[in-house]
């Protein structure tokens, strides 16, 4: 059972994605009043949220312990092992089981499943907890002073705190900073995003292996300045397909693109050499999102200087597309924000706790932007000395009979992600909370009864003189 907080405020979630949406469940979980406000139409967003999202371990276990579980089950895949092999070739490199021990230690699965998927069952449990969600609602400007958010209508609306779940060029961010800070980056590489039909792949003699693997893999294609992953998705009988390419030709607009109007011919050009069954795959595919790929550096300043207005989860720390912690970040997020408010006495507190969410999180997401970027690069490593060393370590140890994360430069990555996946949102909220929430109202409520003191015998004394 969830601590449910002294005071209950009101908080306007700006966006309704994951981020906004896990910000909702976990502050109703705490007693709080909440209203979330989507940009885009219920339709709009069942167009853009498609294909496919992993959700590692530290991120299943919050959404477990939130009680989403069955949900959760009923629409996913849990995942066992990863396969690597050549991106140009297809060669196979080796296997990684993921280690049973150390999932157990985590608490939590590694899930497969539809981003429409996951985003259903985080606004069912919204709603259910008791959240306003308006869709088809954008917010042109917000403020933290007399805290109130104006939309396109004209309408404003006031809150006690705005938070910002508004993704990368977000709204709540540039009011904060002062600028898109996504927009200034220069990006990479492109990120395509889409699924493929199941009943098709397995129509193909090429493809059906994929499905015959004795536990649920994961599939990584190691190429030169290319990469591809694809897994099978629970909730639709689908494959979902993720690449990483370089940047289109000069003249050609790289944009974001959600929700069709790509052809996919162009994402099929972008792929460069590559093997015959990516290239099968892609033919067989879904119209795909187009997504640029950026290396943001961190920002600076989460909190608006009223102390009212926070960014959380993409709009506060984005990370390269694609990434494997992209939500899970989102939803770390709401936990530990949620933990913090749950300890709300006096509105004076809600300054501080929106620091104290930074101060708690930022060291983290700078530190899994940081793993998340050398992931990225290390699956596409340019042709050359270090990427044939990484080969050659990686055939060594399939040969031996090991993992391909067994030792070297690999083991090291394998190693930061265990220790990713081992982090408990809520339990550093808690630590806060005990180590210097308590100590700061323990030593305000000292300031008090001193000042009560000292008013005290001032009047005493006024009386004596008297």
Same mark, same amino acid.
């Given at each position: 059972?969830?601590?449910?907080?002294?005071?209950? #405020?009101?908080?306007?979630?700006?966006?309704?994605?994951? &981020?906004?949406?896990?910000?909702?469940?976990?502050?109703?979980?705490?007693?709080?009043?909440?209203?979330?406000?989507?940009?885009?139409?219920?339709?709009?967003?069942?167009?853009?949220?498609?294909?496919? #999202?992993?959700?590692?371990?530290?991120?299943?276990?919050?959404?477990?312990?939130?009680?989403?579980?069955?949900?959760?089950?009923?629409?996913?895949?849990?995942?066992?092992?990863? !396969?690597?092999?050549?991106?140009?070739?297809?060669?196979? #490199?080796?296997?990684?089981?993921?280690?049973?021990?150390?999932?157990?230690?985590?608490?939590? $699965?590694?899930?497969?499943?539809?981003?429409?998927?996951?985003? %259903?069952?985080?606004?069912?449990?919204?709603?259910?907890?008791?959240?306003?969600?308006?869709?088809?609602?954008?917010?042109?400007?917000?403020?933290?002073?007399?805290?109130?958010?104006?939309?396109?209508?004209?309408?404003?609306?006031?809150?006690?705190?705005?938070?910002?779940?508004?993704?990368?060029?977000?709204?709540?961010?540039?009011?904060?900073?002062?600028?898109?800070?996504?927009?200034?980056?220069?990006?990479?590489?492109?990120?395509?995003?889409?699924?493929?039909?199941? !009943?098709? +792949?397995?129509?193909?003699?090429?493809?059906?292996?994929?499905?015959?693997?004795?536990?649920?893999? +994961?599939?990584?294609?190691?190429?030169?300045?290319?990469?591809?992953?694809?897994?099978?998705?629970?909730?639709?009988?689908?494959?979902?397909?993720?690449?990483?390419?370089?940047?289109?030709?000069?003249?050609?607009?790289?944009?974001?693109?959600?929700?069709?109007?790509?052809?996919?011919?162009?994402?099929?050009?972008?792929?460069?050499?590559?093997?015959?069954?990516?290239? %099968?795959?892609?033919?067989?595919?879904?119209?795909?999102?187009?997504?640029?790929?950026? +290396?943001?550096?961190?920002?600076?300043?989460?909190?608006?200087?009223?102390?009212?207005?926070?960014?959380?989860? !993409?709009?506060?720390?984005?990370?390269?597309?694609?990434?494997?912690?992209?939500?899970? +970040? &989102?939803?770390?997020?709401?936990?530990?924000?949620?933990?913090?408010?749950?300890?709300?006495?006096?509105? $004076?507190?809600?300054?501080?706790?929106?620091?104290?969410?930074? $101060?708690?999180?930022?060291?983290?997401?700078?530190?899994?932007?940081?793993?998340?970027?050398?992931?990225?690069?290390?699956?596409?490593?340019?042709?050359?000395?270090?990427?044939?060393?990484?080969?050659?370590?990686?055939?060594?140890?399939?040969?031996?009979?090991?993992?391909?994360?067994?030792?070297?430069?690999?083991?090291?990555?394998?190693?930061?992600? %265990?220790?990713?996946?081992?982090?408990?949102?809520?339990? !550093?909220?808690?630590?806060?909370?005990?180590?210097?929430?308590?100590?700061?109202?323990?030593? %305000?409520?000292?300031?008090?009864?001193?000042? &009560?003191?000292?008013?005290?015998?001032?009047?005493?004394?006024?009386?004596?003189?008297?």
């Amino acid at each position: 059972m969830s601590r449910k907080a002294e005071l209950t #405020i009101k908080f306007i979630v700006v966006g309704g994605g994951i &981020a906004g949406l896990a910000c909702a469940i976990a502050l109703r979980r705490v007693g709080h009043r909440v209203v979330v406000l989507e940009q885009y139409s219920d339709a709009d967003v069942s167009k853009m949220s498609h294909g496919g #999202i992993r959700l590692p371990p530290n991120v299943s276990k919050v959404l477990f312990h939130w009680g989403l579980e069955r949900a959760l089950r009923q629409v996913s895949i849990t995942s066992s092992a990863m !396969e690597v092999e050549i991106y140009e070739t297809g060669e196979y #490199i080796g296997t990684h089981l993921w280690e049973e021990e150390v999932l157990r230690e985590t608490g939590g $699965d590694f899930l497969f499943l539809h981003h429409v998927g996951l985003r %259903k069952v985080l606004y069912d449990a919204a709603i259910a907890a008791g959240a306003e969600v308006r869709a088809g609602t954008k917010v042109v400007s917000v403020s933290g002073d007399g805290p109130h958010v104006t939309l396109t209508t004209g309408e404003t609306l006031l809150a006690d705190v705005i938070v910002g779940a508004d993704g990368r060029s977000s709204v709540v961010q540039q009011a904060i900073v002062g600028k898109d800070v996504f927009d200034a980056v220069p990006y990479q590489s492109l990120f395509y995003n889409t699924t493929v039909p199941a !009943e098709l +792949m397995r129509a193909d003699p090429q493809l059906a292996p994929f499905f015959k693997k004795p536990v649920e893999t +994961m599939f990584v294609w190691l190429g030169n300045n290319r990469s591809a992953v694809a897994f099978r998705i629970g909730g639709k009988d689908e494959f979902a397909l993720h690449l990483w390419v370089p940047p289109r030709q000069k003249g050609l607009s790289d944009d974001d693109c959600w929700g069709g109007g790509l052809d996919l011919k162009e994402m099929r050009r972008q792929l460069g050499e590559c093997e015959p069954r990516l290239l %099968k795959m892609t033919k067989l595919a879904a119209t795909p999102s187009r997504v640029q790929v950026k +290396m943001v550096p961190p920002i600076e300043d989460w909190v608006d200087k009223h102390g009212r207005m926070v960014i959380i989860g !993409e709009a506060a720390h984005p990370l390269p597309a694609g990434s494997l912690q992209g939500g899970a +970040m &989102a939803v770390e997020d709401a936990a530990v924000f949620a933990k913090l408010f749950s300890h709300l006495r006096d509105k $004076d507190q809600i300054s501080t706790f929106l620091h104290a969410f930074q $101060d708690l999180r930022e060291d983290r997401c700078a530190s899994v932007a940081h793993t998340e970027q050398c992931n990225l690069y290390f699956q596409m490593l340019p042709a050359g000395p270090q990427q044939e060393q990484r080969d050659q370590d990686m055939r060594a140890k399939t040969a031996q009979g090991e993992s391909v994360f067994g030792g070297g430069e690999a083991s090291e990555q394998w190693e930061q992600l %265990k220790e990713l996946w081992g982090y408990d949102a809520e339990d !550093e909220a808690d630590d806060w909370w005990v180590k210097w929430g308590l100590l700061r109202e323990r030593a %305000k409520q000292r300031s008090l009864d001193m000042e &009560a003191e000292m008013n005290a015998a001032r009047l005493s004394s006024l009386r004596v003189r008297a």
